[in-house]
């Protein structure tokens, strides 16, 4: 309820859609469709808290970007979502730098600067991830009625990754990812219908 911002039975009903959704999409990595079967159970568990982490400073990073969007005396405008952006991609680049430090692995970019096509790839990458997508994600997070459903529809990823698992890794799409792919849209539905 940040902000004033309760979400009604509706929207409610609409992110456990969404939510249930994107989990039975995911939940498709059982019976030997994962990508990477040969993670023993601690890697796996180290994974599912290395994304609840990421999950919970995503919904915080949200919450503070909703707050200085907002505006103000000295602000009539609040701040753009590009500015909140260029932010978000500093602090992140140091805090990388910093925690690849220990690991003696703080310039291990450079590889690919020898690389041109390694190079290209992850240019186009930066470009449409970290730049165009965080760009994005906090216009979302600005012009929404709330930002519980910017969140919802920007975790749609998975939806989205579908068609090219398929194309380029071969990945299985079984009958609970269809299931989930509808939930998650009716969730979608629930949460911008009037």
Do not use: C, N, Y
């Amino acid at each position: 309820t940040f902000q004033g911002e309760a979400p009604d039975l509706r929207q409610v009903g609409g992110l456990l859609l969404v939510t249930g959704g994107v989990v039975a999409v995911l939940w498709r990595s059982r019976d030997g469709s994962a990508w990477r079967p040969g993670l023993s159970a601690r890697q796996r568990w180290i994974g599912v808290l290395g994304a609840l982490v990421a999950a919970f400073g995503q919904a915080g990073g949200m919450i503070l970007s909703r707050a200085a969007f907002a505006k103000g005396a000295d602000l009539p405008d609040g701040v753009a979502p590009i500015e909140s952006v260029l932010v978000r991609l500093v602090a992140g680049t140091l805090a990388v730098f910093v925690l690849a430090l220990p690991q003696r692995e703080a310039f291990a970019f450079g590889a690919v600067l020898r690389h041109p096509g390694a190079l290209r790839l992850t240019a186009v990458g930066t470009v449409f991830g970290p730049i165009a997508g965080i760009w994005l994600s906090m216009v979302a997070t600005r012009e929404a009625e709330r930002a519980g459903t910017a969140a919802a529809l920007m975790s749609l990823t998975p939806l989205f990754l579908l068609p090219l698992s398929r194309l380029l890794w071969g990945a299985r799409i079984d009958l609970g990812t269809v299931v989930g792919t509808i939930a998650a849209t009716g969730g979608v539905v629930l949460l911008v219908g009037r």
